[in-house]
C-alpha cells in the first residue's frame, strides 16, 4: 500500500507540473517524474492480478489525484485487484 501512497504522490505532482506555467527546468522536472511513474507501475504491475487490473488501479489513482474519487475508494479498488 506505500508504494501506491508513493504513486499517487508522483501523479498528483506531476499533473501539477504539466498545468503550471512553463519554467526553467520544467522538462527536467516531467522527466524526472515519468522516471519515478514508470518505476512504480512496473511494481504495481507485477502486483496486479492481470494487464486490466494495472490499468483499472493506475485509473483509479489518477482519479484520486485528481480529486474524483476518495482514498478509500483507490484503496478497495487496489485490494481487490492486486495479489
Do not use: C, H, W
Not at 512504480?40 to 483509479?60: C, W
Amino acid at each position: 500500500m506505500e508504494e501506491l501512497r508513493r504513486y499517487v504522490d508522483v501523479v498528483k505532482k506531476n499533473i501539477e507540473t504539466m498545468k503550471a506555467p512553463d519554467y526553467e527546468g520544467k522538462e527536467r522536472d516531467l522527466e524526472n517524474q515519468q522516471e519515478q511513474l514508470e518505476q512504480y507501475e512496473r511494481y504495481l504491475k507485477a502486483e496486479s492480478i492481470s494487464p486490466e487490473g494495472f490499468d483499472r488501479i493506475v485509473d483509479a489513482a489518477v482519479g484520486y489525484a485528481s480529486k474524483d474519487i476518495s482514498f478509500s475508494e483507490l484503496e478497495e479498488m487496489y485490494n481487490q485487484l492486486t495479489k
